[in-house]
């Protein structure tokens, strides 16, 4: 069973940036095509960023030129870096496969807010 532990999550003003990390436990990481996704409170949650095992992304259009996904694979690491930052990306983001097969972390805050 592979874990996710998000971190780099924060408040930001409109316009800036963070980077999240997806530390993943297990050997089967490299496997997988990685996603990270976001949730807002009472809607579904959303996959944001894709990336696979060959290092090929694609982003949701609205974040597409603002994000980008990374990974690194010694390390069991997904990343995530956000900039341009809008109150529209306020959620709790999450890291899984591109498939959202295994159990869910606790995810990382992000409020964009002035």
């Known amino acids: 069973q592979v874990q996710f532990v998000e971190s780099g999550g924060g408040l930001v003003q409109p316009g800036g940036s963070l980077r999240l990390s997806c530390a993943a436990s297990g050997s089967i990481f490299g496997i997988y095509a990685m996603a990270w996704y976001r949730q807002v409170p009472g809607k579904q949650r959303e996959k944001v960023a894709i990336i696979t095992v060959g290092g090929i992304t694609n982003y949701v259009d609205s974040v597409k030129g603002r994000f980008t996904i990374s990974r690194d694979n010694a390390k069991n690491t997904v990343y995530l870096q956000m900039n341009s930052l809008k109150p529209e990306d306020t959620a709790v983001y999450y890291c899984?496969?591109?498939?959202?097969?295994?159990?869910w972390g606790q995810g990382t805050q992000i409020t964009v807010s002035s």
């Open positions: 899984n496969d591109n498939n959202g097969a295994h159990t």
